[in-house]
């Protein structure tokens, strides 16, 4: 139910100007803030002009206007008898909540409201307080009216050549930093272009390295299976030669000349061992290596490594190889063979007394080998040393057996062919510990 305010009855333009400012009170008395009241005021002498201003009809005989307040919300509704110029007012919308017009033939309603601030809601009995109190008021006359719409106006200027100033000060602030923004990026730019060429050339001075330790690799991939090959046919023939000046059935030797054709045989068998190594890693770098995939079983290859590897331990060494059961791996018998047998030969060429055992187990989709002995172990530091050509331990073997520093990268060349790893994990005193990790599958390879 609306609760009514005030009403006001308009018969001459002048009565407009009282209009406005009676908007304006009931705005204020209501709780609107002071650009609503402006509004809702502005929006009404609009309404008063156009009902009061003759633009190709005759005027109005009158209007009658009503302030109430429903829910909240101010209603301000203008009834005017006769012709109006109604068709111009929607443009007015902007400035209320909502604005409603129905023009008939011979009258003409306007409807508007605002809604009031949350904060300045009244009961019934604030409502009747201010109805009594605009209707004790006078209303001011039209050029105090008219003075109060200059300062109003004026005020809005002031603030309109403030925001005015403001914008102008922001667009120079902004066309400062937009200046150094592009001064900055031309100068990343230029930064970005002089990093490109140098990792330009970078790139090139790398391609041209990497070029260089290809054909440098290559080279001494070619020459060391071309001494070794060359090399292999002449020591045989000395193992040969000694061989047969110690043989029982040829002529005598002194005891002196014996020893010394046994030490021109141990010599010759160390450089036949260091060139057969060589030629192995020479084939292994050069990718002529390839693996011929095939199931193999396990525990027969264990079973072999155990007859062929056992007459190498001394007594004091027990060979361990445990028999892994049925197990099937795809895989080259002949290289994993290899693998097995090197790293089985260097725990027992570091163990004095003891064991070297060796085991294998299934994990997820891999097989694990480890071969593992309790000789003088290996520092950490040297973990990954002992894979590197040509590089062996300070301080040699307790057991005496000699060593090349081939060994271990050949195998892990190896097992890398076969798709898996070699790790190492050892101690100083503790022993070592050589892992194999082979996919049970290999490479998919039929």
Same mark, same amino acid.
């Given at each position: ?10 018969r001459t333009?002048s009565?407009v ?15 609107l ?5 402006? &509004? ?7 309404v ?26 101010l209603?301000?509704e ?7 110029? *109604? ?11 909502s604005?409603?017009i ?26 009747? &307080? ?16 008219m ?6 106006l ?6 309109t &050549? ?15 930093t937009n200046?150094g ?10 930064e970005?272009?002089?990093t490109?060429?140098?990792?330009v /050339?970078?790139?090139?001075?790398l ?8 054909a440098?690799?290559?080279a ?29 059935e040829?002529?005598p030797?002194?005891?002196?000349q ?7 045989r141990?010599?010759?068998a160390?450089?036949?061992r260091?060139v ?19 199931d ?14 056992r ?19 795809r ?8 693998v ?9 060429k ?28 290996? *520092?950490?530091?040297?973990?990954d040393?002992?894979f ?11 057991t005496? /057996? ?5 060994g ?10 076969l798709?898996g ?11 070592s ?12 390879t039929?």
């Open positions: 139910m609306t609760t009514r305010l005030l009403q006001l009855v308009l333009e009565d100007f009282v209009a406005r400012q009676r908007a304006r009170e009931v705005a204020a008395a209501v709780g803030e002071r650009q609503d009241q402006v &509004r809702l005021a502005t929006a009404l002498s609009e008063g002009r156009t009902l009061f201003t003759d633009r190709g009809g005759p005027p109005a005989t009158g209007a009658e206007v009503w302030f109430g307040v429903d829910d909240g919300t209603h301000v203008v009834v005017a008898i006769g012709p109006t110029q *109604a068709q111009q007012l929607p443009s007015l919308g902007r400035l209320v909540d604005l409603t129905d023009d008939g033939p011979t009258t003409t309603v306007v409807r508007m409201s605002r809604r009031i601030p949350v904060g300045a809601q009244l009961d019934q009995a604030g409502l009747d &307080r201010i109805r009594a109190e605009l209707a004790a008021s006078a209303p001011r006359t039209p050029l105090d009216e003075a109060e719409q200059n300062e109003q004026l005020s809005a200027l002031e603030e &050549r403030a925001h005015r100033d403001e914008l102008a000060r922001l667009n120079a602030e902004l066309e400062e200046r923004v592009m001064a900055l990026y031309n100068q990343l730019s230029d970005l272009e002089e490109n060429r140098g990792v /050339a970078l790139y090139a001075e391609d041209e390295r990497s070029a260089q330790l290809r440098a690799s290559e001494k991939t070619r020459f060391l299976a071309n001494v070794s090959h060359e090399l292999r046919a002449p020591v045989t023939a000395v193992i040969g030669l000694a061989r047969l000046l110690d043989d029982p040829s002529d030797l002194t005891e002196d014996s020893r010394q054709v046994g030490l021109i141990g010599s010759a160390d450089l036949l260091l057969n190594d060589l030629l192995d890693l020479a084939k292994a770098e050069s990718g002529t290596i390839q693996p011929e995939w095939s193999v079983d396990l525990g027969a290859v264990f079973s072999q490594l155990r007859g062929t590897v007459a190498l331990a001394v007594p004091s060494v027990e060979l361990v190889v445990v028999d892994p059961g049925p197990a099937t791996i895989s080259d018998e002949v290289l994993l063979a290899q097995l047998r090197n790293l089985l030969h260097n725990g027992l570091f163990t004095v007394d003891g064991e070297v055992r060796m085991t294998a187990s299934r994990v997820d989709e891999d097989w694990l080998i480890q071969v593992t002995d309790t000789g003088v172990g290996i *520092a950490p530091e040297l973990h040393r002992i590197e050509e040509f590089y062996q331990v300070p301080g040699r073997s307790p005496g /057996a000699p060593g090349t520093g081939l271990l990268p050949y195998a892990r060349r190896l097992v890398t062919l798709g790893t070699l790790t190492v994990a050892s101690e100083p005193g503790a022993g510990t050589f892992t194999v990790r082979l996919p049970a599958g290999g490479d998919g039929p």
